[in-house]
């Protein structure tokens, strides 16, 4: 769905800063950050873009099993990850792979669930609330609006108190915004005035199928009729995404309810490894949103204050680095033992798990008993 | 022993135990509020524990598992009440696909301590979707624990234990013995949640069910005793995992099963028990495990209802047909 006049950016394509009546409102928000974090932001869009690459390489080497390239969403990510606060809790879909390095999952664990080693990664409560990746679309928008009644519930928000007020924000495409489980979370939201950002990232194409067939109206409208309200945004201008997102949680926190942000942006590559854009979609719509790319324009404004060709040559060294190390990691990632087929399945003892464990052992010991016979 | 109560009053009473004794459990779902749900079984409990321990929820099933999660993850525990069996479906993903599997997807860093109460079977003569027995959906889901109490005093003490399991636990309430009272021990529980029980015994055939069927097969037995065939009757009490220690034990003695759910029996918990009987008391059979169940349709309007549920006479067929052998 094309931008509205409504939608908020804050940096234009060519890398300026754009002073009008919608971006007023936002730019405080980023003339108060420090330049280090904005210079922040682009080592985390720089780097995300190329361990994001070497990901989509390992797949295609025979490494991974599957990979869903983020390539065109990092500014989306990275702003509105950016603007969480440590007490946050952050419920993901399985694109945000820029969302996760920033609470502080290490990448190799996102490649250790695309690998076929884990259907987790991490512990959430040891990344600052980063909870795992949800494979079935909108299913973790749902737990996500629980997590926030229960902060509610235990008066963890509205007090008042930014620093400790906590606010739950959950991602989902915009393909998933058909899913029933989506609707339901937003009336739910909206019923129990959870402190909640829904950050949708319409990134046009729901695999091959265009956003149109999701929506005839722009999506930041329809949670609307929900009693929830919405905003458009450029996602591919890290500073809209931050100065929106930072205004929207905080306000959730406050108490003033749930919100959602409509970040418009661009999948540039394929839906994941398996699939051909190829085939259903337009060089053209493409090359129009590679025109818009989210870093080439925050390159120019870093330059306009100031950064040097050094300054970027030595954040393309890091990123360089990451990517290796996380090449070298994956290759030595070994296969998970047998225990994790029956482990924790339940939280407590049961009979089944314990039986066809058993069973498995005595198994896999009588073919090696048999094998070293007949050696 | 107390007074007879009512199945529903005693689950009443096991939930108001259990919201007393832990802050942190909660009820949710559709009408359990001021209206106490259809069935009366949470009645009372938001005046006496207040809107932010008993709520009524969007009318969304979906919806109430999912959040059920998400507060289980912040450390509540959630207890669902999903109004009819027939309902259950719209939240059948979030129960099988997110519910079932978050604590091994966590790799055990959390669990899952959701309830979820759903009202089943048959015999109220009621509309359609409002008499089914989806147990079996449930059973097969690795994952999920389901239970099923047939008397006022398992009610009262498996719904405590239910929201005491860290697992999550399917709870199917047998509707047509919402009613029926009986007696309980409010001081003392005798059975662990995922045990079978000997409710009459018997030497000559076996007879095994849950919820409302186990009145069904205790009316057989006794039909049977007068023809003079000796029956031991079996509550299941759990589904999933399946105690079968009393089962096994039992086939041993009767060398004879019958299986009877209200379920239709094709790919059922029936099946299961019967397959699991076969491989574990072979040579103590007589005859094959049969099982009675309702017939593999949609469940018909309810003037037909007597018809398509098992009844005493249609155990005591099978229980002919097995003494045959």
């Not at chain 2, 008993?54 to 099933?61: I, N």
């Not at chain 2, 000559?204 to 023809?227: F, R």
Request: aromatic residues 8%; proline residues 6%.
């Amino acid at each position: 769905m094309a931008e509205t006049a409504q939608m908020v950016q804050l940096l234009s394509t060519d890398g300026t800063i754009r002073t009008d009546d919608v971006s007023a409102e936002y730019l405080p928000i980023i003339e108060a950050l420090p330049d280090d974090t904005l210079r922040q932001f682009y080592r985390d869009m720089v780097v995300t873009r190329r361990f994001d690459l070497e990901a989509t390489n390992l797949q295609r080497q025979g490494q991974l099993a599957l990979w869903p390239p983020s390539h065109g969403q990092e500014a989306a990510q990275v702003g509105s990850a950016r603007a969480a606060r440590r007490q946050d809790h952050i419920f993901p879909s399985y694109r945000e792979h820029a969302v996760g390095m920033i609470r502080g999952v290490d990448v190799v664990d996102i490649v250790r669930l695309m690998r076929g080693v884990t259907n987790g990664g991490w512990d959430p409560a040891e990344r600052n609330n980063f909870h795992l990746y949800t494979l079935v679309l909108g299913s973790q928008v749902l737990h996500a609006t629980g997590y926030a009644m229960g902060i509610a519930l235990d008066g963890d928000s509205g007090t008042g108190d930014p620093q400790t007020d906590q606010a739950v924000m959950t991602y989902f495409g915009d393909g998933a915004t058909s899913q029933g489980d989506v609707s339901e979370a937003l009336v739910f939201a909206a019923s129990f005035n959870t402190p909640e950002v829904f950050f949708l990232q319409n990134n046009h194409w729901a695999i091959s199928v265009p956003v149109k067939v999701q929506s005839p109206i722009p999506l930041y409208i329809r949670p609307s009729g929900f009693g929830i309200p919405g905003i458009q945004i450029d996602g591919n201008d890290v500073l809209a995404s931050y100065a929106v997102t930072r205004k929207n949680l905080d306000e959730a926190r406050a108490g003033a309810g749930p919100r959602m942000i409509e970040a418009l942006t661009y999948r540039i590559g394929a839906h994941t490894t398996s699939d051909d854009p190829t085939k259903y979609r337009m060089d053209a719509e493409t090359a129009s949103w590679v025109a818009k790319d989210p870093i080439e324009r925050y390159v120019r404004f870093l330059r306009s204050r100031g950064e040097t060709d050094a300054y970027f040559a030595s954040v393309a060294v890091e990123a360089e680095d990451f990517a290796a190390d996380l090449r070298r990691r994956t290759l030595e990632l070994g296969k998970p033992t047998v225990d994790l087929i029956f482990d924790n399945v339940y939280s407590e003892p049961h009979p089944v798990m314990d039986e066809q464990k058993r069973w498995l052992a005595d198994y896999e010991s009588s073919l090696a008993t048999e094998l070293g016979a007949q050696a | 022993m107390s007074d007879d109560i009512a199945l529903s009053k005693a689950l009443n009473a096991g939930l108001r135990k259990a919201l007393a004794d832990d802050p942190r459990v909660l009820l949710m779902g559709e009408d359990i509020g001021p209206l106490g749900g259809v069935f009366r079984v949470t009645e009372g409990l938001q005046a006496e524990f207040g809107v932010s321990r008993v709520f009524d929820t969007p009318l969304a099933e979906s919806g109430i598992v999912g959040t059920a999660i998400g507060l289980a993850m912040r450390g509540y525990r959630p207890v669902c009440e999903i109004q009819f069996d027939g309902f259950i479906f719209p939240g059948f993903d979030q129960i099988t696909t997110q519910l079932a599997k978050m604590t091994s997807r966590h790799e055990g860093r959390i669990s899952m301590p959701v309830v979820i109460r759903v009202p089943y079977g048959g015999h109220i003569g009621a509309v359609e979707h409002h008499q089914e027995s989806p147990e079996a959906y449930f059973a097969h889901t690795p994952g999920l624990r389901v239970v099923s109490p047939s008397t006022p005093n398992d009610a009262y003490w498996m719904i405590q234990e239910a929201i005491a399991s860290n697992d999550p636990v399917l709870f199917f309430e047998p509707k047509s013995r919402y009613w029926n009272k009986g007696p309980v021990d409010f001081t003392a529980n005798e059975a662990p949640l995922h045990s079978s029980r000997i409710v009459r015994t018997g030497t000559e055939v076996t007879l095994v069910g849950h919820g409302a069927m186990v009145n069904v097969l205790m009316q057989a037995a006794e039909l049977a005793e007068a023809e003079g065939t000796s029956i031991e009757v079996i509550d299941l009490r759990s589904l999933s995992p399946i105690d079968y220690g009393p089962i096994v034990a039992s086939v041993q003695k009767t060398g004879r099963l019958v299986v009877a759910s209200e379920a239709p029996g094709f790919v059922s918990v029936s099946s299961e028990i019967a397959a699991a009987v076969t491989e574990k008391a072979f040579y103590s059979l007589e005859a094959p495990v049969l099982r009675v169940s309702s017939f593999d349709t949609p469940f018909p309007p309810a003037k037909l209802e007597t018809t398509y549920l098992p009844d005493a006479d249609r155990i005591l067929e099978a229980v002919d047909r097995a003494m045959a052998y």
